[in-house]
């Protein structure tokens, strides 16, 4: 059997691992860290410079990454069950790669509303400048084919969204877009690439915060594009090279190390949200759990038709109406950090910013008030996670008596 028809544990431990060389060898990929690459003779050069012209993965110079990068990119192709994945230094620059290698001045945008914010930034700061447009819509409510004009070139989506989960559709969105030449992108943090199959479902691209479940633990900022088709890889190539992009070969060992344990860690992470997000649903002071995998959702069905499982992020609404309750809330937690980042062994929590909230059309369109926590639920003990909430709980009751 070959290591594609395997199973995707088998395939998370064995993917990019390194051959035994003279009879023995390391169970991990080295840490091999250059700027200057050496070459043979004047015909290897050229000639792997022109294979790399062509789009093909090879390194000429040491921002290309040799064989941890290499081992790690394979690692994440197989993975997403794509044709090549492409590191970036962070998974807002893995975002620009990709928007930068598929849009041009002039060209038309479809993003749904409800994609991580810095998206919105970078159109705002940089994609404006160049004269392309983005146009946001909703997925759930509008009509997807009478957005597209002759000069749509892109299709971004985020399935499920940011802070509230949406669960998107994906194979009837791409199969529209598909129908006039549209490609499909899909950030694919949220399942860490294992849960979901973005490229399978229609997408033509698939990019990750790899800094969140693929390395696990805190320590690396990084994003990976995976794409379908030779082309679209010779496409982000050429991208990546005038952009300047590079990863450390320590931060792609950490993140390669990362991954070999991604099954096992956010089995947990799902176990523990769930406990979590169905304690919360019974919760008299929550208004509402935003967690597809938790039955009542109501992306819960398309979660169970086109996922394998869950992540760890849980948010909830209060029921109160004080604006200061979930900043309060926050403060009195003890297991939960305060953090923007997600995707490691611990718990965070963090306020979700109203205007980051106002951007959703499902938030608005409910006129929801009130505040959001999204929660991070790590590799504790689930009990002693309910309980430091509880008492957070408790606290803010307290302190919202006090000053009524």
């Keep these: 059997m070959s290591l594609g028809?395997?199973?995707?544990?088998?395939?998370?431990?064995?993917?990019?691992?390194?051959?035994?060389?003279?009879?023995?060898?390391?169970?991990?990929?080295?840490?091999?860290?250059?700027?200057?690459?050496r070459f043979a003779d004047t015909a290897t050069h050229a000639a792997l410079n022109r294979q790399r012209a062509a789009g093909e993965r090879v390194a000429t110079y040491g921002r290309h990454g040799l064989d941890t990068h290499q081992a790690l990119e394979a690692a994440v192709a197989s993975l997403e069950g794509g044709y090549r994945s492409v590191l970036a230094p962070s998974g807002l620059s893995a975002i620009v790669l990709v928007l930068l290698a598929t849009l041009a001045p002039g060209d038309h945008a479809l993003v749904s509303d409800s994609v991580y914010s810095p998206v919105r930034k970078v159109d705002k700061s940089l994609l404006q400048r160049y004269g392309i447009e983005v146009e946001y819509f909703s997925p759930a409510r509008d009509d997807l084919e009478s957005r597209?004009?002759?000069?749509?070139?892109?299709?971004?989506?985020?399935?499920?969204?940011?802070?509230?989960?949406?669960?998107?559709?994906?194979?009837?969105?791409?199969?529209?877009?598909?129908?006039?030449?549209?490609?499909?992108?899909?950030?694919?943090?949220?399942?860490?690439?294992l849960y979901y199959q973005p490229l399978a479902l229609g997408a033509h691209i698939s990019i990750q915060a790899a800094t969140k479940y693929l390395a696990g633990h805190s320590d690396v900022m990084m994003g990976v594009v995976t794409v379908d088709s030779a082309e679209l890889s010779r496409r982000i190539g050429v991208a990546y090279d005038a952009l300047g992009l590079s990863v450390g070969a320590d931060d792609a060992?950490?993140?390669?190390?990362?991954?070999?344990t991604l099954d096992v860690r956010l089995a947990r992470h799902h176990q523990n949200a769930l406990t979590v997000a169905d304690y919360l649903a019974r919760h008299a002071d929550v208004e509402q759990v935003y967690y597809p995998a938790l039955p009542g959702d109501a992306g819960h069905a398309l979660w169970q038709r086109d996922f394998s499982g869950a992540s760890g992020l849980v948010s909830f609404a209060f029921k109160h109406p004080e604006a200061a309750a979930a900043a309060r809330f926050i403060d009195a937690l003890t297991y939960f950090s305060i953090g923007a980042s997600w995707g490691g062994y611990e718990s965070l929590a963090l306020e979700a910013a109203p205007e980051r909230l106002a951007e959703h059309s499902a938030w608005r369109d409910a006129g929801k008030g009130g505040s959001v926590v999204r929660l991070h639920i790590g590799l504790e003990n689930s009990q002693d996670l309910i309980d430091d909430l509880e008492r957070a709980f408790g606290a803010t009751r307290d302190a919202l008596r006090r000053t009524a």
Excluded: C
């Design 253 to 260: 060992y950490l993140t390669l190390r990362g991954l070999r």
């Design 5 to 37: 028809q395997a199973h995707v544990q088998t395939r998370l431990v064995h993917a990019g691992s390194p051959e035994p060389k003279g009879g023995s060898g390391p169970v991990n990929v080295p840490v091999v860290r250059t700027s200057t690459v």
């Design 148 to 193: 597209i004009r002759p000069n749509t070139r892109l299709l971004y989506l985020e399935s499920p969204s940011s802070l509230l989960y949406e669960v998107l559709d994906l194979p009837a969105l791409a199969a529209v877009a598909r129908r006039h030449g549209v490609l499909v992108a899909a950030d694919n943090t949220w399942s860490g690439g």
